[in-house]
T-cell receptor
Framework: GENVEQHPSTLSVQEGDSAVIKCTYS??????FPWYKQELGKRPQLIID?????GEKKDQRIAVTLNKTAKHFSLHITETQPEDSAVYFC????????????FGTGTKLQVIP | DGGITQSPKYLFRKEGQNVTLSCEQN?????MYWYRQDPGQGLRLIYY???????QKGDIAEGYSVSREKKESFPLTVTSAQKNPTAFYLC????????????FGPGTRLTVL
């Protein structure tokens, strides 16, 4: 089955700096890569996703890149703000039949004011 | 407030007892999922269901059981066979088509005394 590794497990940045979280996946059939944000005490929510036919996607301060050959994808947050502090999960799934999603172990991001 | 709900928020049980966690959604989603969240281990899939009266084991199904008698409901039973049941349990739902966002419930924190 699919295996998703996520690094780092914790990340501290100064407000205004950039943050990068990296994930690798094992199953070359995976073609959908969502990122979820979970604030303290709240449920995970989708913040951005990318499909395998796209190399990069951007939404305001958040961007995701995908390297299919190397089987890795990354989340980039620019101009970080205190409200970006949360746990971020990457995930991978195969759309061909069922949406079974495999999640990474999460990255706790702390933005220091 | 619509969406996906879980009850109760906190649950305590004694060792050797079975307990059932509730998950209800009014999003008309076909697919529903149960995840277990432990510190440092991300979200691990317990069971998932694509349609009524059908469900599949996830990665850590041992000691758990589910039913899907109605489209809106996907209860999870934690049995006495689950060796380490203390955890945070998240239910999610999505449309059955590909590339679909998963919507999470608020979670149930189960503590075995």
């Amino acid at each position: 089955g699919e295996n998703v590794e996520q690094h780092p497990s914790t990340l501290s940045v100064q407000e205004g700096d950039s943050a990068v979280i990296k994930c690798t996946y094992s199953d070359s059939a995976s073609n959908y890569f969502p990122w979820y944000k979970q604030e303290l005490g709240k449920r995970p929510q989708l913040i951005i996703d990318i499909r395998s036919n796209v190399g990069e996607k951007k939404d305001q301060r958040i961007a995701v890149t995908l390297n299919k050959t190397a089987k890795h994808f990354s989340l980039h947050i620019t101009e970080t703000q205190p409200e970006d502090s949360a746990v971020y999960f990457c995930a991978a799934s195969w759309s061909g039949g069922y949406q079974k999603v495999t999640f990474g172990t999460g990255t706790k991001l702390q933005v220091i004011p | 407030d619509g969406g996906i709900t879980q009850s109760p928020k906190y649950l305590f049980r004694k060792e050797g007892q079975n307990v059932t966690l509730s998950c209800e959604q009014n999003l008309n989603h076909d697919a529903m999922y149960w995840y277990r969240q432990d510190p440092g281990q991300g979200l691990r899939l317990i069971y998932y269901s694509q349609i009524v009266n059908d469900f599949q084991k996830g990665d850590i199904a041992e000691g758990y059981s589910v039913s899907r008698e109605k489209k809106e409901s996907f209860p999870l039973t934690v049995t006495s066979a689950q060796k380490n049941p203390t955890a945070f349990y998240l239910c999610a739902s999505s449309r059955s088509e590909t590339y679909n966002e998963q919507f999470f419930g608020p979670g149930t924190r189960l503590t075995v005394l």
